[in-house]
């Protein structure tokens, strides 16, 4: 388990206010209120359907609230161009796309497809890699590429603007067991960060485990919020994660 750390001092890089979501007469989320410090990882936890992916969305500055504020870096989200790195799931992109890897983390950096990489460009993409420990797949096209291989370039991507949130929506989803062990290394590696802080969607144990300074556990509103030694005796988180293993939908 994370030993937590003591974060007092350090300003709030996510807060979340009251906030709630609605799609007509359909209620998705009530009353969500938490925040995230600098250099903090939170995994946010939950049953399918509980609404963790449509937190995620408004997080990311794709969707509204219908009520509430979120404020990233004091500002709503899509106001703070780069602050925010995003990692997929990786069945939500087509792995059939003709482009190396490299290509792809300079395309999240340009904000457009790169036709030419700068040499700027490619030195930034290789420093994004060398921090995922990625660098030997610089040149490999992402069909080419293992599950655990893939979303370690996707951390790569997110990572390439220097953010100071990133928000990873069940990483090790669809990645087999040797790869899912090396993810765990690197995201435990970014749990120790004291600048970066970030936000998982996780239904793994030993996700949670390996990287969780503070679990927020979503079933339609927040049911709960703490420290993994707290949480982890609560009966229905205990219940949700002992029957996942990283392959739901979120």
């Known amino acids: 388990m994370v030993q937590p750390r ?3 001092s350090r300003e709030p890089v996510l807060q979340l206010r ?3 979501k609605a799609f007509g007469d359909r209620r998705i989320l009530t009353d969500v209120t938490f925040e995230v410090l600098r250099g ?3 995994c946010l936890v939950g049953p399918n359907g509980a609404g963790k992916s449509t937190l995620l969305k408004m997080i990311l500055g794709l969707m509204e609230p219908t009520e509430g504020t979120i404020l990233v870096l004091g500002k709503p989200p899509g106001k703070t161009p780069g602050a925010i790195g995003y990692v997929p799931q990786r069945k939500s992109f087509d ?3 003709p482009a190396t890897c490299v290509e792809l983390i300079v395309a999240n950096l340009r904000g ?5 990489v700068t040499k700027q ?4 993409a290789m420093a994004a890699l060398v921090r995922t420990k990625g660098e030997h797949l ?3 096209q992402l ?3 293992s599950g655990g291989e893939t979303q370690r370039v996707f951390i790569a991507r997110a990572l390439v603007t220097d953010p100071q949130l990133v928000v990873l929506d069940e990483p090790a989803a669809g990645v087999d067991i040797r790869g899912r062990e090396d993810l765990m290394e690197l995201l435990h590696h970014i749990s120790a960060d004291d600048y970066l802080a970030a936000v998982m969607v996780t239904h793994s144990l030993m996700a949670l485990s390996r990287t969780a300074e503070k679990v927020a556990y979503i079933d339609g509103t927040l049911q709960a919020f703490g420290l993994p030694s707290e949480l982890l005796g609560h009966g229905k988180l205990a219940a949700l994660l002992g029957g996942h293993t990283e392959d739901g939908d979120g």
Do not use: Q
Not at 112 to 116: D, G, L, M
Not at 121 to 124: A, I, L, V, Y
């Open 40 to 42: 903090e990882f939170l």
């Open 138 to 140: 610089a040149g490999r």
């Open 112 to 116: 457009s497809w790169p036709v030419v």
């Open 143 to 145: 069909y080419a590429l």
């Open 121 to 124: 460009e490619r030195d930034k």
């Open 18 to 20: 009251g906030v709630g």
């Open 95 to 97: 792995r059939t796309f």
């Open 6 to 8: 003591i974060h007092a």
